[in-house]
């Protein structure tokens, strides 16, 4: 169910909506099919997985603790993963899946614009992943203790949105409304400032800072490191003037 299709007004990053999602996805592995068995019964699993998660970290996470924490049965935990490798590859699944929806759908109105553009990634990364805090949590503190192929699908996962802002870079480049000499390298140097948001969201509490003003500081902070400027030695428009003559012996 692809995040579009929601009916209007849904929180399309509720727990309910997303582990519906996943549910959508695993059907050939979840064992309970109805939908208003299973999803209630995810969101408890999910939930409970991010919450034990964030106090004792997921490796040390045991299904005992995440049967009692979720009020399933050990036997009740099964009919939904076979293991703890497949739970996780459902989380980072929905966290990738859903990063990957909302940051490639821009609105009309910004996609010839790469300033609007840039802003619009900006504001909806960080709205998101406030939305989804737990979750985005989870898949980066996480990240260097996951089994081989989860930690690559991070990796990708954190590729994928540097790519979606070097994309609108080049197209700004292009544009004329951007100087910049290392798109990749500028990209990745954004993608922290994302991150951040989550990351250390108790610092920003503490601070008083609003998700608003996060917004608007890193917009303005990104504004003045990538906008176009005429470049040291280059004249500016209109003030060229005319080389003299060459004298000749």
Not at 96 to 122: C, F, N, Y
Not at 146 to 168: L, S, W
Not at 180 to 188: G, H, K, N, R
Request: charged share 20%.
């Amino acid at each position: 169910m692809s995040l579009a299709r929601q009916r209007p007004g849904t929180n399309v990053f509720a727990m309910d909506v997303l582990c519906a999602r996943i549910l959508e996805r695993h059907r050939d592995s979840i064992r309970v099919q109805k939908s208003h068995l299973a999803v209630p019964n995810l969101t408890r699993i999910i939930g409970a997985t991010l919450t034990l998660s964030n106090k004792h970290g997921f490796h040390a996470t045991t299904l005992r603790q995440l049967a009692e924490a979720s009020g399933l049965s050990m036997g009740g935990l099964y009919t939904y993963f076979d293991s703890k490798p497949t739970l996780l590859a459902m989380i980072l699944g929905e966290v990738a899946e859903t990063a990957a929806e909302v940051l490639t759908a821009p609105p009309a109105s910004v996609k010839q614009d790469a300033r609007k553009h840039l802003h619009w990634i900006i504001a909806t990364h960080v709205r998101m992943s406030e939305a989804m805090q737990p979750w985005f949590v989870f898949s980066f503190m996480e990240a260097k203790s996951f089994p081989p192929a989860e930690r690559q699908r991070a990796i990708e996962m954190e590729v994928m949105t540097e790519k979606i802002i070097a994309d609108v870079l080049k197209q700004g480049v292009a544009s004329g409304v951007f100087t910049i000499d290392q798109v990749t390298l500028t990209a990745s140097l954004i993608k922290p400032l994302l991150q951040d948001w989550y990351v250390k969201r108790a610092k920003y509490r503490r601070r008083g800072t609003s998700i608003e003003a996060y917004i608007n500081a890193v917009g303005a902070f990104v504004d003045a490191a990538v906008a176009a400027r005429t470049r040291p030695g280059r004249a500016a428009t209109g003030s060229r003037t005319k080389s003299r003559p060459t004298a000749h012996p």
